[in-house]
């Protein structure tokens, strides 16, 4: 393939990252995704031939720093599917008619799951991971509207704190080492790899915490409503595909880290190889009443905390229909994965109720 060639040459941005189409029948598809480990599952589909497998002809979209950079694009029309979770929920609010389709991190059986989380302090901070009210007065650092948001908030609350007493700083994961380094912050909270890198960059930094499942992570193959009901079927092979790139992913978690490498620039190998290790903890496409019972809690958190002024109705923004044929038609994809409990699984006109 064209694409493994450009990827082995270290052109990887300089090309287009795209299947390539040897059959006029392959069915064009532009996603996006974050600059983020967990949302390896999609170049890994592209590189290892999925999308082709299953009539695909997929472009991915150079990785944004953040899921609201993505969603901007969606709406542009620079992309017809995108990666995101927690943006999602302000998008919503603000208009945007999306619908969650399936997973790209998370977890179908069980409702608590951030182990891709991590809560990163300088030396000398004296937050401490024995007593979280050590949060007092400090600043930290996060990504507003991002799932990222979403963590510090619940530890915030864990640690019996008011927001009122912690400063919280509104900055771009890739950015949030810089500031540690400099003493701009105390802290930070971020998806993997930067927790990582943080502690290989900045003298004496230290992990606090490491996921605890204080929140239900989100992380959603999101398109707008009338896009996904006219493209039905290729969402199917869409999602079809990445679900046998997470099962690779999993099994192959020290290559799927090298693909890693190849997509977030500067990525250290060892470094992607310890977030690897977190990530296919969350690698589950499949969608479950869980995954609306943590749409439903973040909705509601952000809303009691005063960071959206309403809430919705999170059966009118999931379509579980796609990746629900997939996991029919297909459950050897997902035959390593934890089985569903009963009283979580869902089938189409599915309605969950808090």
Not at 63 to 68: F, S
Not at 80 to 100: E, F, K, T
Not at 200 to 222: M, Q, T
Not at 269 to 288: G, H, T
Request: glycine content about 8%.
């Amino acid at each position: 393939m064209i694409a493994r060639l450009a990827l082995a040459l270290g052109l990887a941005l300089a090309v287009p990252l795209a299947a390539v189409a040897q059959d006029d029948d392959l069915i064009k598809l532009n996603p996006g995704m974050v600059s983020s480990i967990d949302q390896l599952g999609l170049p890994i589909a592209l590189e290892q031939g999925f999308f082709e497998k299953h009539g695909l002809d997929v472009t991915i979209a150079n990785p944004y720093a953040t899921g609201v950079d993505s969603l901007n694009a969606l709406q542009a029309g620079e992309v017809d599917v995108v990666q995101v979770g927690v943006p999602m929920i302000g998008a919503v609010i603000r208009g945007m008619d999306l619908v969650a389709l399936g997973n790209y991190s998370g977890n179908a059986a069980q409702l608590g799951s951030d182990t891709t989380m991590a809560l990163v302090a300088r030396e000398g901070s004296g937050i401490s991971a024995d007593d979280l009210s050590t949060l007092k007065g400090k600043r930290i650092a996060a990504s507003f509207g991002t799932i990222n948001h979403l963590y510090v908030l619940a530890l915030i609350e864990a640690a019996g704190l008011g927001l009122d007493e912690v400063t919280l700083v509104n900055t771009p994961p890739p950015d949030m080492t810089v500031a540690l380094l400099s003493g701009g912050i105390d802290a930070f909270v971020g998806w993997d790899p930067w927790p990582i890198v943080a502690q290989r960059d900045v003298p004496g930094a230290y992990e606090v915490v490491r996921g605890g499942n204080h929140i239900s992570y989100l992380g959603f193959n999101v398109a707008l409503r009338n896009w996904a009901e006219e493209n039905r079927e290729t969402l199917e092979k869409f999602l079809a595909a990445l679900s046998e790139a997470d099962q690779w992913m999993r099994q192959n978690p020290k290559d799927a880290a090298q693909v890693a490498t190849r997509w977030i620039p500067g990525l250290d190998p060892a470094v992607a190889e310890k977030a690897m290790e977190y990530n296919i903890q969350q690698a589950d496409r499949r969608l479950s009443a869980n995954n609306y019972a943590a749409l439903h809690a973040a909705v509601s958190t952000l809303n009691r905390l005063g960071f959206v002024d309403r809430v919705f109705d999170v059966n009118a923004h999931i379509d579980p229909r796609p990746i629900l044929a997939v996991m029919q038609n297909h459950p050897e994809l997902f035959s390593d994965l934890p089985p569903i409990p009963a009283e979580a699984m869902i089938s189409e006109g599915f309605v969950y109720k808090p």
